[in-house]
């Protein structure tokens, strides 16, 4: 079947009208999910990312190329209507004329998009890699010029004409061996959601725990929480439009949102105290809200001051935070709450964990710079 | 007293009509709604009792003039609003009073008692409506606000000073009768949700009300913590600025570095803050589009419904049951209260009892007629033996005409020994005898009583019966045409 291309709209794409409401939203969300997908693959080497941009689906700028993708999903598991996505991507694709290190990929949720099966789950592969799938790729390519071609041909309107050329020119120069494919497995509508965004959060977990040195009790909380959070900046309003104005996020914005996330760790109170609490203390601790208590946001004063005292004394072996925390916390009892608690236990037990908590926000950091994520 | 005429003018409209010393019927001839009860609550009215009028008239814009006789002089006595004037006929005596606050001294003054508790409790004696009136006995409401107490008429009468238990016992009273509205208004809740098969939504209602609290709570939280975020950004970036602007430099192995935000130790915890605050305002954004959503649930759980938008008396009475089912009440607790409040009654009533009754002789005397009375009209066996049984509680199961009978017979009774103990001739004044249960038989048994016993006192029947159906002669006949008011034939 023919593709008839509309070369006024932004997007050379079948008629959304056609697609019922939740293939929309499906196809939103994959490309949502796409995005961060290679958000996090991306991740030491991008510095932003676009979703639903002036050109493509998903672009990610790394300062000297881009990378364009076009994100293709179908809701329910099969090859239904496959070739004819990749033709779509195609044709997207060639609506920009790519500088030479500018990089082109197509990602979608089918197990085989062209032909061969498992060379794409969850990762990025070159299409000369894949023999049998390379010539698919170029029969399909030849399909659209030939398209084009007869739209050329019947095309009337100058201005029309010229565009339609300019897209020819520009999908002839589109090299099916350096087309990049990858495939987001699995992904599809199913009643629990966790398991849609399977794949996106075992990826945002392995950045939590390698890069940024995080495994405890809480990362699934911090997974799950910077999923959301990066959900949603990626798709703002939570409602599905059919043309969405392009958001250019900075990387360095969702590392930040990231690390807020995890700087919300849990300290062990226990670690925090020589003596074991009696059930009285630990009942009084466990009531009073630290979170929402004014004076719980660090301040550079009070967190500078922290940590160049912490520095000297994290060279000593063995030393954590907590213990850090355990010995010297009256030293910066004063500086921190100008005498605003009348009870002492919650006082002090406030003051080791807000020294806990900078701290490990400090060491979190630190991995991040130093593992060239930020 | 006897009531000799009686005299009522609304607006350019006025009538007049004398009363007989003895016996009186106010009737319609068979015509229901024309203004019999009307007139029997501005006799009353007339004589300073805040009645509650019927619908559509309004008592505090009727003037009132009736000309009583007691011990032999006539008086008159007028009501203007709140103002009433007991004046001689030959004008040698003139007294004013204002309502309500003086109402009892007045009636102190016309029946000629020094008591206040029996004054006040005259009007349960004198007057039977036909609504409240059959279910009255000897304590309760007589209409509107005014009651009736056995215990501070017996107690007054012995000299007995029960005010302080009297008085608690009015605030449990009026107590429980709130909580019996409120426990009314969550039956018509019960009753609207059943109509409108909308059950589950009273339940909705209060879980949507009790999550929009709480989301408000987190709502407002959230706000205190961006606002701090937001000064201790201002704060931080006022410092970097502040190295820069001052062009400070280090030196670092021979080295001059200018100072600045990059380079100064610790100074992500801006980067850090900053995303902190747009973490913050986005779970702000989620909390109000949460609240919104259960605001807008919560209007569709409240909205009235505009059910035959024609019919304006249904949509009112619509309006009505759905402003009362909206009404928070805990029915539990609101139970509670009442049986609290009950007991509260019952332990002054018994308080009240025990020193009434010590050595107090009109109980028996009250309690000896009432057997007699019973007697007379075929209930003797409904009553106890105990002369304590005037101040039965004990109203269960008593209904129909021998309550009717037994109502009668009590309150005959209490007449005749106020008549003996202090002289006090107080007219009765019954509405509608035959609106309840009593048959033809019974009513002239009634009747016949009524007019045997208190030969020397004014009755007045109000009824839409004639003298026929009543068995009695009447020897004044007051036909009330279509008004209360109106100018009558005589």
Same mark, same amino acid.
């Given at each position: 079947m023919s593709i008839k291309i509309d070369v006024e709209t932004k997007q050379y794409d079948?008629?959304?009208?056609?697609?019922?409401?939740?293939?929309?939203?499906?196809g939103f969300d994959f490309q949502v999910s796409a995005a961060l997908f290679l958000f996090v693959k991306y991740i030491k080497k991008i510095r932003k990312i676009v979703v639903e941009g002036k050109y493509q689906d998903i672009e990610l700028d790394f300062g000297d190329h881009t990378l364009y993708a076009q994100a293709k999903s179908i809701q329910v598991?099969?090859?239904?209507?496959?070739?004819?996505?990749?033709?779509?991507?195609?044709?997207?694709?060639?609506?920009?004329?790519?500088?030479?290190?500018?990089?082109?990929?197509?990602?979608?949720?089918?197990?085989?998009?062209?032909?061969?099966?498992?060379?794409?789950?969850?990762?990025?592969?070159?299409?000369?890699?894949?023999?049998?799938?390379?010539?698919?790729?170029?029969?399909?390519?030849?399909? +659209? +010029?030939?398209?084009?071609?007869?739209?050329?041909?019947?095309?009337?309107?100058?201005?029309?004409?010229?565009?339609?050329k300019l897209v020819k020119r520009n999908l002839n120069n589109l090299s099916m061996e350096e087309l990049l494919i990858s495939s987001i497995i699995p992904f599809v509508d199913i009643e629990d959601k966790s398991d849609k965004h399977k794949v996106l959060l075992t990826h945002i977990k392995?950045?939590?725990?390698?890069?940024?040195?995080?495994?405890?009790?809480?990362?699934?909380?911090?997974?799950?929480?910077?999923?959301?959070?990066?959900?949603?900046?990626?798709?703002?309003?939570?409602?599905?439009?059919?043309?969405?104005?392009?958001?250019?996020?900075?990387?360095?914005?969702?590392?930040?949102?990231?690390?807020?996330?995890?700087?919300?760790?849990?300290?062990d109170v226990d670690k925090l105290y020589d003596h074991p609490l009696d059930d009285e203390l630990t009942s009084?601790?466990?009531?009073?809200?630290f979170d929402t208590f004014v004076g719980?946001?660090?301040?550079?004063?009070?967190?500078?001051?922290?940590?160049?005292?912490?520095?000297?004394?994290?060279?000593?072996?063995?030393?954590?935070?907590?213990?850090?925390?355990?010995?010297?916390?009256?030293?910066?009892?004063?500086?921190?709450?100008?005498?605003?608690?009348?009870?002492?236990?919650?006082?002090?037990?406030?003051?080791?964990?807000f020294i806990v908590k900078v701290l490990r926000n400090h060491m979190n950091v630190g991995n991040v710079m130093n593992g060239g994520i930020l | 007293?006897?009531?000799?005429?009686?005299?009522?003018?609304?607006?350019?409209?006025?009538?007049? @009509?004398?009363?007989?010393?003895?016996?009186? *019927?106010?009737?319609?001839?068979?015509?229901?709604?024309?203004?019999?009860?009307?007139?029997?609550?501005?006799?009353?009215?007339?004589?300073?009792?805040?009645?509650?009028?019927?619908?559509?008239?309004?008592?505090?814009?009727?003037?009132?003039?009736?000309?009583?006789?007691?011990?032999?002089?006539?008086?008159?006595?007028?009501?203007?609003?709140?103002? *009433?004037?007991?004046?001689?006929?030959? $004008?040698?005596?003139?007294?004013?009073?204002?309502?309500?606050?003086?109402?009892?001294?007045? *009636?102190?003054?016309?029946?000629?008692?020094? $008591?206040?508790?029996?004054?006040?409790?005259?009007?349960?004696?004198?007057?039977?409506?036909?609504?409240?009136?059959w279910t009255l006995l000897n304590r309760g409401k007589v209409i509107g606000s005014i009651r009736f107490s056995i215990d501070e008429l017996v107690a007054s009468l012995n000299n007995v000073d029960c005010d302080d238990l009297f008085y608690r016992r009015d605030v449990y009273e009026n107590e429980k009768d709130k909580y019996n509205a409120l426990l009314s208004i969550d039956t018509i809740k019960e009753e609207y949700y059943n109509e409108t098969g909308n059950l589950s939504l009273l339940s909705d209602y209060e879980y949507l009300k009790r999550e929009i609290a709480s989301l408000q709570i987190s709502i407002n939280d959230k706000k205190k913590e961006i606002k701090?975020?937001?000064?201790?950004?201002?704060?931080?970036?006022? *410092?970097?600025?502040?190295?820069?602007?001052?062009?400070?430099?280090?030196?670092?192995?021979?080295?001059?570095?200018?100072?600045?935000?990059?380079?100064?130790?610790?100074?992500?915890?801006? @980067?850090?803050?900053?995303?902190?605050?747009?973490?913050?305002?986005? @779970?702000?954004?989620?909390?109000?589009?949460?609240?919104?959503?259960?605001?807008?649930?919560?209007?569709?759980?409240?909205?009235?419904?505009?059910?035959?938008?024609?019919?304006?008396?249904?949509?009112?009475?619509?309006?009505?049951?759905?402003?009362?089912?909206?009404?928070?009440?805990?029915?539990?607790?609101?139970?509670?209260?009442?049986?609290?409040?009950?007991?509260a009654i019952s332990e002054i009533n018994l308080s009240i009892r025990e020193r009434t009754k010590q050595n107090n002789p009109y109980i028996k005397k009250i309690y000896d007629y009432l057997y007699e009375y019973a007697n007379r009209l075929g209930i003797g066996n409904y009553i106890s033996k105990n002369t304590d049984y005037i101040f039965t509680n004990n109203l269960k199961g008593k209904t129909g005409a021998n309550f009717q009978k037994l109502i009668i017979a009590f309150k005959v009774a209490v007449i005749k020994v106020l008549e003996e103990e202090l002289n006090i001739y107080a007219p009765l004044l019954i509405d509608s005898p035959k609106s309840k249960e009593l048959d033809d038989t019974n009513t002239e048994l009634v009747m016949n009583f009524i007019k045997d016993e208190l030969k020397d006192h004014q009755i007045i029947v109000a009824s839409i019966h004639n003298q026929d159906k009543l068995f009695i002669q009447f020897d004044k006949i007051i036909e009330i045409k279509e008004f209360a008011i109106e100018e009558r034939q005589h």
């Open positions: 079948i008629d959304l009208a056609e697609k019922d409401a939740s293939a929309v939203i499906f598991v099969s090859n239904n209507k496959r070739h004819e996505k990749f033709k779509e991507a195609l044709l997207s694709l060639a609506k920009i004329r790519l500088n030479e290190q500018d990089k082109c990929m197509y990602i979608s949720n089918y197990e085989s998009p062209l032909k061969e099966k498992g060379y794409y789950d969850n990762v990025v592969a070159k299409l000369k890699m894949i023999e049998d799938d390379l010539t698919i790729a170029n029969k399909l390519k030849q399909d +659209v +010029v030939n398209d084009l071609e007869e739209q050329i041909n019947n095309e009337t309107d100058k201005g029309k004409k010229e565009k339609l392995k950045l939590i725990n390698e890069d940024i040195g995080i495994n405890d009790y809480d990362t699934d909380k911090y997974v799950n929480q910077t999923f959301q959070k990066w959900y949603m900046s990626f798709h703002e309003d939570g409602s599905v439009k059919p043309e969405v104005v392009f958001k250019t996020i900075e990387k360095s914005e969702l590392v930040w949102e990231l690390l807020v996330i995890v700087s919300d760790c849990k300290v009084k601790l466990k009531n009073f809200n719980a946001t660090p301040r550079f004063k009070m967190v500078t001051n922290i940590v160049s005292e912490y520095i000297p004394y994290s060279r000593v072996v063995g030393a954590s935070p907590e213990q850090f925390a355990k010995q010297y916390w009256k030293l910066f009892d004063n500086e921190l709450l100008g005498g605003v608690f009348e009870d002492d236990d919650i006082k002090e037990y406030f003051v080791k964990r | 007293m006897i009531i000799k005429s009686v005299s009522f003018t609304e607006n350019n409209t006025k009538s007049f @009509d004398t009363l007989d010393s003895h016996l009186n *019927l106010i009737t319609s001839n068979s015509v229901n709604s024309v203004g019999k009860s009307t007139l029997s609550r501005l006799i009353f009215y007339g004589l300073g009792y805040p009645i509650p009028p019927t619908e559509d008239i309004n008592f505090k814009k009727i003037y009132c003039e009736t000309i009583i006789n007691q011990n032999n002089t006539d008086y008159s006595v007028v009501r203007d609003g709140t103002k *009433l004037t007991i004046e001689k006929i030959d $004008k040698s005596f003139k007294k004013e009073y204002l309502l309500p606050d003086e109402h009892n001294s007045f *009636l102190m003054f016309l029946f000629n008692v020094d $008591k206040e508790n029996i004054a006040r409790n005259l009007l349960g004696l004198m007057y039977i409506d036909q609504e409240k009136g701090e975020v937001e000064e201790i950004i201002a704060n931080d970036e006022k *410092l970097f600025q502040f190295f820069v602007d001052m062009n400070v430099h280090i030196n670092v192995n021979g080295e001059s570095i200018k100072i600045n935000k990059n380079n100064i130790e610790c100074s992500y915890n801006l @980067d850090y803050l900053k995303a902190r605050k747009t973490i913050l305002e986005s @779970d702000l954004y989620l909390l109000k589009k949460q609240i919104s959503n259960l605001r807008e649930d919560y209007q569709k759980a409240t909205n009235v419904p505009d059910l035959f938008s024609n019919n304006k008396t249904v949509d009112n009475e619509m309006k009505i049951n759905k402003a009362l089912s909206l009404v928070d009440i805990d029915v539990e607790q609101i139970s509670t209260a009442k049986d609290d409040a009950k007991k």
